[in-house]
DNA sequence: AGCATTGTTTCACA
DNA sequence: TTGTGAAACAATGC
């Protein structure tokens, strides 16, 4: 699930788990705190606060500060594939979960506990968890935020001319390079491109400036819609990425291929 | 059994 | 050196 849109609500329910006092930290998952040893991040926060919750595409950080009121280090989590994250409250009440949008019924069922790949504990009983079945989200010191381009909810329109509007590469590909613009993943991508009628093969270089302005513009509305309605699975074009199916606007076969390394499903008649 | 998966990193190649 | 594309990564679900 997480693109920019459950991201940005996933950084909403972090926001819940500031200005409390850390008292744990169990981040004994190697392969999801990597490249940091265990213990390693728990000796770095224990005692001190996150402070502020940010987000660049969809990476997200906290600040922290530390037992003596001193700046600490930045707390970067990102969700992966399949990573939320899950905040409760004093006695373990629970405060703000599963930021991501799917069903309630499919965040009632199967949580396993071994799921909860790193764990922040605070004083008052209540927690902060990443939960991740597939386990390629990650928890880290310092995240590196300048490989990232500018996020694609912010970007303005001559730096998106300029970013995105270039290369041999198809359209599709350019959007989902973090380092052009940061928070496009896979069904964004089909979803935007959808909306604006576009092509993913095109090369990305061969867009005038009008069509580039369209496409941002496009990009932005859906991107807005997404975070409003909890997840861009809520897209109009995402339930129709099946054998068989039609575009729900036309009515012409959907069309399935590889773009970008990526399944990809386009309009046959409209994005030919 | 085999394939696909809403992400990122790494590597091969032009 | 830069741009592009594909495999590897971990684990689950259909």
Known sequence: MPELPEVENARQVLEKALDRTITDVDDSDEYVCRPHRPGEIAKALVGGKLTAAHRKGKTMWCDTVTADG??????????????????????????????????????????????????????????LRLFDKRRLGRVRLEPDLDALGPDAAE??????????????????????????????????????????????????????????DELRRVLRRAT???????????????????????????GAPMERGTVGSRTTWWCSAEQA
């Not at 922040?120 to 209540?126: C, E, K, L, Q, Y």
């Not at 599709?172 to 896979?186: E, F, I, P, T, W």
């Open 70 to 127: 001193a700046a600490g280090p930045h707390l970067g989590v990102h969700l992966g594939m399949g990573g939320r994250i899950r905040v409760t409250g004093p006695r373990g009440s629970r405060e703000g979960d599963l930021a991501g949008g799917l069903p309630r019924k499919e965040n009632e069922r199967a949580q396993k506990p071994e799921w909860d790949r790193v764990t922040v504990s605070f004083d008052d009983g209540g927690s």
């Open 155 to 212: 970007i303005g329109r001559d730096e998106f001319r300029a970013r995105v509007g270039r290369g041999t590469a198809p359209v599709k590909a350019r959007l989902l390079d973090q380092s052009v613009l940061s928070g496009v993943g896979n069904l964004l991508a089909d979803e935007t491109l959808w909306q604006a009628k576009v092509d993913p093969h095109r090369p990305a270089g061969e867009f005038t400036t009008d069509e580039l």
């Open 224 to 250: 807005r819609r997404a975070i409003e309605k909890g997840g861009v699975h809520t897209g109009e074009v995402i339930t129709h990425r099946q054998r068989d199916d039609v575009c729900p606007r036309c």
